[in-house]
């Protein structure tokens, strides 16, 4: 992995944007700075960086509403950084989406470490798949009406192709694979986050429920106290 990245820093505050900046130029990141959300959003749709980090305080449009549309279209690293020392504020960030939250005022060395954290697990999603897979020779995974091509990832419900961001995919593939097995929420984090994620595990809930939002009437259901499993009918042999 190279440092070759480009990095958003949205930040009101011009010194923590500047003092941010400077620390990751020294470590050969690409950045730009953007003092509103609405900056950030233009920058999105025309010159999408590889990763945020995001304030939550910020004129206009708060730092939660840009993580939640960013984490509709894209898993793209999202570092939240925000004075609220709250355990509700991280929670409702982490379930927005967010990959990491640091407290101001923090240390920007720390902040250069968990961005270099944060992009070599991106890195190993985008480009590899290290886990063990029983389908790994075939093709695709059907389940009823799904249809999961794993090379291409690309995934078919009911006829029609769905986009699925890489975590979605990762979700689903693993869900599949071993359908009316319930996986324990510590079980997927490890599967789809890497076993490095120290994240609320409340990140699961989240990306199942953006999930249904595109597969609608999609098989999954919660396990009280546990998990989630795919249900399949098992077909009676005759």
């Known amino acids: 992995m190279n440092n070759n990245y480009l990095i958003a820093i949205v930040d009101d505050d011009q010194h923590i944007r500047h003092l941010v ?3 990751l130029q020294k470590e050969n990141y690409r950045t730009v ?23 939550i305080m910020l ?16 898993e793209v690293p999202i570092i939240m950084i925000s004075a609220r020392d709250n355990e509700v504020d991280k929670i409702l960030g982490l379930e927005l989406g967010s990959d990491d939250y640091l407290v101001k005022p923090f240390s920007p060395r720390e902040l250069v470490a968990r961005i270099k954290r944060q992009l070599q697990r991106w890195y190993k999603l985008k480009n590899a798949d290290d886990k ?20 291409d990832r690309r995934v078919f419900w009911n006829g029609e192709e769905v986009d699925m961001t890489i975590k979605e995919f990762a979700m689903l593939k ?6 009316n097995r319930a996986f324990t929420r510590d ?3 490890t599967y789809v986050w890497g076993d490095d994620y120290f994240g609320s595990d409340r990140a699961v809930d989240h990306l199942i ?19 989630y499993r795919m249900r399949v009918e098992e077909r009676e042999s005759i």
């Open 174 to 179: 693993v869900l599949a694979e071993y359908p």
């Open 187 to 189: 079980e997927l984090l």
């Open 21 to 23: 900046e400077a620390y």
């Open 132 to 151: 063990p897979s029983r389908e790994e020779e075939q093709a695709k995974i059907e389940h009823g009406q799904l249809q999961l091509w794993l090379e």
């Open 59 to 74: 004129p206009g449009m708060d730092g939660y509403e840009f993580c939640r549309r960013i984490r509709n279209e894209a």
């Open 209 to 227: 429920k953006r999930m249904r939002k595109k597969l609608e009437d999609l098989p999954i259901e919660a396990v009280w106290g546990l998990g």
């Open 33 to 55: 700075g953007l003092e509103t959300a609405e900056e950030a959003w233009t920058l999105w749709r025309t010159t999408p960086p590889d990763m945020w980090v995001l304030d």
